[in-house]
């Protein structure tokens, strides 16, 4: 796939995983890293990605943003279903990973990472294959992490299993092209 590529800042770092267990290291300066990122300490949004799309295919980026008060670690692919509501059902499969290889990504407090998303247009299969329906939102799941969260986005998706699945990326530093 080919994704877009993110800016380069200071503030993300990106390194290969360390052999080193999260919370390896009894200290830890300002500018080091003090552990992954906790489904709690990120706000989760979706916007549309640079370029927005190719034929038969919606490319959407999901941005993790720090909101905490430390560095921390995002490393690997985030889990993702659409979903009838913020509680609501799973509709079709969840996304499957693109096979893009992952990278530890840094977030100093207030920065961002993103993800790539691709889902097909509904309209591209017929309609009692597809089953299209209304989705209301994301359920997703930061790498590492059991607690999800609803990323809201009306969108229409089909809905059998198996039929125009949804693909994501590894996280990425930045939130901009």
Known sequence: MNRPRAASRSAWRVSPPSSTPCGGSSTLSTQSVSGRCRTGELRVTVEAAPGGGSAGSVWSWLIF???SGR???LYGFPGVSYVTGASGAQINDPAERDGGTPAKVSLAPGKGAHAVLRTGHPEMFPEETCRPVRAAGYRVYVPDETASVFVPL???VCSANGV??????AVYPGTTE
């Open 65 to 67: 943003t720090n909101t």
């Open 71 to 73: 560095t921390c670690t």
């Open 154 to 156: 009306s969108r229409p």
């Open 164 to 169: 125009n699945g949804t693909t994501v990326s």
